[in-house]
């Protein structure tokens, strides 16, 4: 190692050290480190095996394991069915769900389209839906603390995300969803007659898959979208958050030598004040999912790019922002008294660099973006 880059290198580590020192006089607690993403080797890190509150950067944990274990092309279908006869459905029509979590209006109709061109004209029954992939739990461990309007609830078959057009919690999403269904059926010519049903055969109809998992990850990461996340990870449980979350820290147990103490989660999404990450942890996950050529450019683009893509943030400053245009990509994470980042950073000279920061405590965006400007100019 040259003495110049030697004494660049303390540099660097002093100003880490004095950023996190400054914050903790102020009472936040700091895991942060920066690392060579070919080589793992630590360049600068403080306290960066200690285990905190990580807000939504818990998707990165969650959204790898889904596509590392579940394939970048899987989809959730949903099944639909009836007693089709002569273009009559007699009886009710039923939509059996499995944790779709795009199942928008939008796509909804698309499905009314595909149940015409299988000759539906009418159905003399109503519209039922299917919850039973699920089971009936409806939030996992952890969100007891958290704002109570945070996430709708989570049932196997939701259409659009159990909100209304105003973006507001729906109380009975089941409800919404069937009167949805049933105003694209009958906008699109096939009455829905809702008498009593009678005896018949029903048998699968259609099945109608989701977008790839790709494409709904990239929708989660992006926009950091609570609802997706969790609906995939009771799918990933086979309809149970808890196996959900257990099969999701079974796979970085096998895949990483990561045990539970490193993983502590009780949900995908982050909004759970009981779990706990480490920046270290963050990283050594994020550094995988770089070299993993079967489901790590599928990860990494799903990232925020900073400066390449919209971003809400009125801090950090937009002149830092522009230091940094297509050069970050990142997921972040808030709650209350809680700021985090996790992804990556391209150097002036070229070098990629993985690095995470986790503060708990009073805290915001503006202190650490200073730090990762440092870190990647």
Partial sequence: MTLLLASALALGAQDLRSWARQLEVRGVRVSAGLWDANTGKAIERHQDELALVPASTTKVISTYALLKTLKPDFTVVT??????????VRGDLTFKGDGDPLLTSERVWLLVQSLKKLGVQRITGSIRLDQ??????????????TTADTLPQ????SVNFNREEAGKLVQDPERQSREIIQRLLQ????PVEGRQPVPGNPRKLLGWASPPLRSMVMDINKW?????????VRKYGAGSWPRGVKRIQEFYRTSFGLGAEAIQITDGSGLSK????????LAIILRGAYHDFEAGPEFVSSLKIIGG????LKKPAPNLMRQLTRRVRVKTGHLDRVTSLAGYLQTLDGQVRVFA???????????????????AN
């Fill in 79 to 88: 099944e639909v069915w009836g007693d089709l006869q002569d273009g009559v």
């Fill in 132 to 145: 039973s992939a699920f089971d009936a739990q409806r939030e996992p461990q952890g969100w007891e603390n």
């Fill in 154 to 157: 989570v049932l196997a078959l």
């Fill in 187 to 190: 906008e699109s010519g096939i």
């Fill in 224 to 232: 950091s979208n609570n609802f997706m996340i969790e609906m995939l």
């Fill in 274 to 281: 009981e779990n706990r990450l480490s920046a270290r942890t």
């Fill in 309 to 312: 893509e919209p971003w809400k």
């Fill in 357 to 375: 920061i986790v503060l708990n405590g009073p805290c915001g965006d503006e202190d650490v973006w200073d730090q990762v400007s440092r870190w």
